[in-house]
């Protein structure tokens, strides 16, 4: 049978799509569906180049698409220079394309600089584009810019459309500016535009942000009255209002109307109840709400176990913490940033709930610690223990003990292991979530005191060190920037010098750091000595100061820089370099009016009379030297800070 040429171009296509060769840009697509941005980036780079027929402009803003949808901007930009670079020219759809992406992942800068190449190549941009612009200036916060973006839309003849309207209100609802975004809803009725379900969602968000609960519902009740169908969005956000309030009742009475008007809640709904309940400390209900969520068939995403794990947290509940993320591990989620940030937070401080200190504080910590090191173990896949209250309810004999034992008792039952995945942590490599996380806590440090700087840097380092973590070069550089007093300086000696025994510092900061830390002793050792009302302690030498005499600084009619000892310079190098020495106790200022070294009245260790030495040294290497801290100045087990004399050089 012959077949014609009309019949052969039509069976064309279906050969070509059954056949398991593609061209080269379709591949790169599948690639891109698949979540490999870096096969599909080298597939559409290969084929560019050799200018390959399928390379049009349609096939490379779809492949452009996917990754931007995917979040692999860099990608999708690199597909861009690419294709630039084979002669492809660029459409509006492209930069369409490009703006939008960049706008849905937060980068308004790459939004602008899109905006900008396409006035540059002479392209004129529809309502589409520049709504994607003032999106992307919406969702980062920066309302003046959205604004600004909205008034060049007027200039250029393109009419604000309803979307247009309801992106300046998001901008305001981000924003935090009621009487802006009331503002933007005169103009939008009054360009004859009617609201829709969004319109009133984002000012329902609005009122939530603002705390405004009462004017939320009664947007809500104004919407029923406009004839618009609320959504998933609208009860969501209803939801998250009464959460941000504490009226954790009337947001269960939300998705009871949910249901009531056949809708069904999906995942952000149960995220936002269980949100709600952790930060109402209703921990149970948070569970409840969390096994109907799973046996209701609804997935929970990485979202919903970070604020169950954040209410775990809250309650000191760190074992059932633990079991969140097994639970994440297990349908393969990881944690996030939010999640780390969540247990940094309460690592290093009192028992959440109100604890007493002391072992039970310890066992906390050590707790949150191992915790920590689980969460960054590569290992996935993790089976929850039996009995799991997860996924059943906690039996009342568990319930009975419980509420006879105080907060956090049950953590002596602990059984959290270190796990071996996170081996490999010690070459300096941080997990990317825990690196974001300690950035975004060290961001909120500068509104802090000096004291409380310091506090919250060791607390981070103690808890790092404790899972065997190597601390970043960030953290440790922010602890020696916050030393003010002596003793805060041999603190943060005492972590130097345990995370370089832990192999916890990489080999190309060691110097880096230890450099640092040498600026930071040189930099309170001379606080210290020119302090007002305080002698020298670098004069005060064993040398010049006989047993049982105190030397107070220049006595009457002594001249100038008369009974120092030769050896000052020599003594004040040693002791900025004290951190090699490894003194337990460095000087430090005294509450007093003057400080005062004196012999320690309580036999040494050593040797009771002087070794032999050269005649040369003036610093026998014998003598135990301290600060008195008592009312009596007198030396005591627990007020005396014994100081060994540095050896001869």
């Not at 803003?61 to 860099?74: A, I, Q, S, Y």
């Not at 959504?231 to 969501?236: A, D, E, G, K, R």
Request: net charge positive.
């Amino acid at each position: 049978m012959k077949i014609s040429s009309r019949q052969r171009r039509r069976s064309g296509p279906k050969k070509q799509a059954g056949n398991t060769i593609r061209s080269p840009i379709a591949r790169a697509q599948q690639a891109a569906r698949l979540g490999n941005a870096t096969l599909a980036l080298s597939t559409a780079i290969s084929a560019l180049k050799r200018h390959d027929t399928s390379c049009s402009v349609r096939e490379c803003n779809k492949l452009m698409r996917v990754l931007g949808d995917g979040g692999h901007l860099d990608a999708m930009m690199g597909v861009f220079d690419a294709m630039v670079a084979a002669g492809v020219k660029p459409s509006q759809v492209t930069y369409g394309t490009l703006i939008s992406r960049a706008g849905a992942w937060r980068q308004p800068s790459l939004a602008s600089r899109m905006y900008r190449d396409m006035l540059r190549r002479g392209l004129q941009p529809d309502a589409q584009t520049l709504n994607s612009l003032i999106n992307a200036f919406a969702k980062t916060g920066y309302v003046s810019k959205a604004y600004a973006a909205a008034s060049l839309m007027r200039k250029m003849g393109v009419t604000p459309t309803l979307v247009t309207y309801n992106t300046l209100l998001d901008a305001c609802a981000r924003g935090n500016n009621v009487s802006q975004a009331y503002q933007t809803l005169s103009e939008l009725q009054a360009a004859g535009l009617r609201p829709n379900a969004r319109t009133y969602s984002i000012l329902i968000h609005l009122c939530a942000r603002a705390s405004l609960v009462d004017h939320g519902f009664s947007w809500f009740r104004k919407m029923i009255v406009a004839g618009e169908t609320p959504n998933h969005v609208t009860f969501t956000t209803l939801i998250n209002a009464c959460g941000r309030s504490g009226q954790l009742e009337r947001a269960f009475a939300v998705l009871e109307q949910m249901q009531m008007a056949s809708l069904q809640p999906n995942v952000v709904t149960y995220t936002a109840l269980i949100d709600a309940c952790a930060k109402a400390g209703q921990l149970p209900r948070a569970l409840d709400v969390f096994r109907s969520m799973v046996e209701k068939g609804v997935q929970p995403n990485a979202i919903t176990c970070t604020a169950l794990f954040h209410g775990c947290l809250t309650a000191g509940e760190v074992l059932l913490a633990r079991e969140v993320i097994q639970h994440m591990k297990s349908i393969g989620l990881t944690p996030n940033a939010h999640s780390y940030t969540a247990l940094l937070k309460v690592a290093g401080g009192a028992l959440p709930g109100g604890g007493a200190r002391g072992e039970q504080n310890s066992e906390h910590s050590a707790a949150v610690a191992c915790l920590l090191r689980q969460m960054v173990s590569s290992g996935g896949g993790a089976e929850l223990p039996a009995g799991s209250r997860l996924t059943k309810p906690r039996s009342a004999d568990d319930a009975e003990l419980s509420a006879e034992l105080p907060t956090g008792s049950r953590l002596t039952r602990s059984h959290i292991t270190p796990s071996d995945g996170a081996r490999g942590q010690a070459d300096g490599r941080i997990e990317p979530a825990l690196g974001t996380s300690i950035a975004e806590i060290l961001a909120e440090m500068p509104s802090k005191s000096q004291a409380g700087r310091f506090r919250r840097s060791s607390e981070l380092i103690d808890t790092l060190l404790a899972a065997r973590l190597p601390p970043p070069t960030v953290l440790w550089t922010s602890l020696f920037a916050s030393v003010a007093t002596a003793a805060e300086l041999q603190a943060a000696m005492d972590r130097f010098g345990r995370a370089r025994s832990a192999s916890l510092i990489p080999k190309e900061h060691d110097s880096l750091l230890s450099q640092a830390l040498v600026d930071t002793t040189a930099r309170v050792t001379q606080d210290v000595v020119t302090a007002p009302g305080h002698a020298d302690p670098l004069a005060c030498s064993p040398a010049t100061v006989r047993p049982g005499e105190a030397r107070r600084g220049r006595g009457p009619g002594e001249a100038r820089g008369q009974g120092r000892p030769r050896h000052t310079a020599r003594l004040r190098t040693a002791f900025s370099h004290s951190w090699q020495m490894r003194a337990r106790h460095p000087p430090r200022r005294c509450s007093r009016s003057s400080l005062s070294l004196q012999r320690c009245e309580q036999p040494a260790s050593g040797p009771t009379s002087p070794p032999s030495t050269p005649s040369s040294t003036r610093v026998p290497a014998w003598g135990t030297w301290h600060v008195p801290r008592g009312p009596s100045g007198r030396c005591s087990q627990r007020a005396c800070s014994q100081i060994q004399s540095p050896s001869p050089a």
